[in-house]
């Protein structure tokens, strides 16, 4: 794979006095510790700055510095609603049915992933119903639009399936890199987007639309569904498009098993 | 098909646009928050334990040369040393990871100044395989989560066209001091010296310091010595000492390196062989990795 990586880019140049490793080797485990370790920091800033759990999805409880109010998504504009991506378009999904149960399952258990701190300050309480809607990621079509209903209940047991980010170093290395990364931005924004429309359309007092870190908290999710998900749905369209699956993604899949 | 997209050139470029550098406003605006997007403190001192400023130079000048070799925008090399600063202002860093941060600093800069930017494959390779461009991938989350995904900094070579179009110089010659202060301000950007310096105070510097340097050969300025600094300073509203200061330092730093530069223009030449020789499949080495 590497190989074949470098054969598609070696062409481009050749390897020159400026290829060197400038401080010697690079201990692979310790600068992946790292990484994790900076996302946690990270994950944690986002939480307090936003009084949100960007993990679990669902707003802190306690009497924060925001507050969050659910909105019905058919309230907002197009452009904060889920899509989907299929092939090279972006649909807009029809507006889910409100799961009555969807309050009903609350995260159960700690996050799988303890190195994001934090994680345990919301468990959101079943009662607090109105927090949120399941606001699932996008989602495959296939499966999303086949079965809305199916979405909303199981998904509690979603975030901690994985420990974000696990799923990144799994996924095959598609195309170009900044392909790769485009196709996550895309992913990230449409996450964003989505959570904050669909999710319950939880929209803060006085802070509207998704803000850039909620782009930045958002893609850390779609990574380890990337990774669950071997089996990309057929409708899916590019190897590059699997991170961009959402989270819900897992969840039908689980149902259906 | 793909060699023929790899062959062609298709940069597209933008005109100059008249709205946007003939209007006072911008430049004011640019100077109004230039200073925000400096490193919050010189941090060999505050922040980091491993690595000393010799490193930082190491890994700047090997971005430098990347950037050149890959023919980047000229500000794709100083908005990624922006990036490494306001990083390592706020993060300590392992000096075996600091490769990995300049990877991933010019990764971000190209995306956000070219239109075909660098790849996290190519930028690998130039690390000598160090890094994977997974973990470039990963990094650049963590990055862009430090700098408060805040990239558009400002750097010198926003107020360059600003400071030229207020000289009155000759046209004819204005790309030929285009050229040389955009060579002192990536001089700058590899010495931590300037990392502090407010980029007009740069950018006003080296265009000072390119005048007076091509002065000596050539008449590329009807104003000269004081009457210059003068001008310049007012231009961006930097105080006249600051600026002389800057300007000499700026003319000592390229004195120290010039010997440095020309061994590096002898070196570009022969990367220039070696990517001819890369275009020809023939040689069986270059596909062998």
């Given amino acids: 794979m590497e190989r074949l990586v470098a054969r598609r880019t070696f062409p481009l140049f050749a390897r020159t006095s400026a290829c060197r490793s400038l401080f010697g080797p690079v201990d692979h485990e310790?600068?992946?510790?790292?990484?994790?370790?900076?996302?946690?920091?990270?994950?944690?800033?986002?939480?307090?700055?936003?009084?949100?759990?960007?993990?679990?999805?669902?707003?802190?409880?306690?009497?924060?510095?925001l507050q969050w109010t659910e909105v019905d998504s058919d309230s907002v504009p197009a452009f904060y609603r889920e899509t989907v991506q299929v092939g090279r378009c972006r649909l807009l999904l029809a507006p889910r049915p409100r799961p009555d149960g969807a309050g009903d399952s609350p995260p159960s258990g700690p996050p799988a992933d303890e190195s994001l701190d934090g994680l345990g300050e919301a468990p959101a309480s079943p009662s607090s119903g109105p927090s949120v809607a399941p606001a699932p990621a996008p989602a495959p079509a296939p499966q999303e639009s086949s079965e809305p209903e199916a979405v909303s209940p199981p998904r509690s047991q979603e975030p901690l399936a994985e420990p974000p980010h696990s799923g990144i170093s799994g996924r095959p290395a598609p195309g170009t890199a900044a392909t790769a990364t485009n196709t996550n931005a895309a992913a990230a924004t449409a996450a964003a987007a989505a959570t904050t429309a669909a999710a319950g359309g939880a929209a803060i007092k006085k802070l509207s639309g998704p803000l850039i870190s909620d782009f930045f908290a958002k893609r850390k999710r779609p990574a380890p569904e990337a990774k669950a998900s071997n089996e990309v749905p057929a409708g899916c369209a590019a190897p590059g498009a699997a991170p961009a699956v959402g989270s819900a993604e897992q969840t039908p899949r689980k149902r259906l098993r | 098909m793909e060699l023929l997209c790899g062959e062609v050139d298709p940069v597209r470029r933008a005109v100059p646009d008249a709205n946007l550098l003939h209007d006072d406003r911008v430049l004011q605006n640019l100077l109004t928050i230039e200073e925000r997007y400096l490193p919050q403190c010189s941090y060999f001192k505050c922040v980091q334990k491993d690595i000393q400023p010799y490193m930082r130079r190491m890994v700047a000048t090997w971005m430098l040369e990347v950037c050149e070799e890959q023919k980047c925008e000229e500000e794709v090399f100083p908005l990624a040393i922006n990036y490494l600063d306001r990083f390592l202002a706020g993060v300590p860093t392992p000096k075996t990871h600091l490769q990995l941060l300049g990877a991933v600093c010019m990764f971000l800069a190209s995306k956000l100044k070219e239109t075909i930017p660098l790849t996290a494959e190519k930028l690998c390779i130039y690390t000598d395989n160090s890094i994977k461009p997974q973990e470039l991938l990963e990094w650049e989350l963590v990055v862009l989560g430090k700098l408060k995904w805040n990239l558009a900094a400002v750097t010198p070579h926003d107020f360059i066209e600003h400071i030229l179009r207020k000289l009155p110089q000759p046209s004819e010659k204005l790309s030929l001091i285009r050229k040389h202060a955009q060579t002192f301000i990536a001089l700058c950007a590899t010495d931590f010296k300037f990392a502090m310096y407010p980029p007009s105070m740069i950018a006003t510097g080296s265009v000072g310091a390119a005048i007076c340097g091509l002065q000596q050969d050539?008449?590329?300025?009807?104003?000269?010595?004081?009457?210059?600094?003068?001008?310049?300073?007012?231009?961006?509203?930097?105080?006249?000492?600051?600026?002389?200061?800057?300007?000499?330092q700026i003319e000592v730093v390229l004195l120290n390196s010039l010997q440095q530069y020309r061994q590096d223009q002898g070196d570009g030449s022969k990367s220039e062989d070696e990517l001819d020789q890369a275009s020809t499949p023939t040689d069986v080495r270059d596909i062998d990795l």
């Fill in chain 1, 30 to 65: 310790e600068l992946s510790r790292e990484l994790q370790m900076r996302l946690a920091e990270l994950s944690a800033e986002d939480q307090r700055r936003w009084d949100y759990n960007f993990q679990q999805d669902v707003p802190l409880r306690g009497p924060g510095r």
């Fill in chain 2, 218 to 248: 050539e008449d590329v300025s009807s104003l000269t010595g004081d009457a210059l600094v003068d001008l310049l300073a007012k231009i961006t509203n930097t105080d006249v000492d600051c600026l002389k200061a800057c300007q000499e």
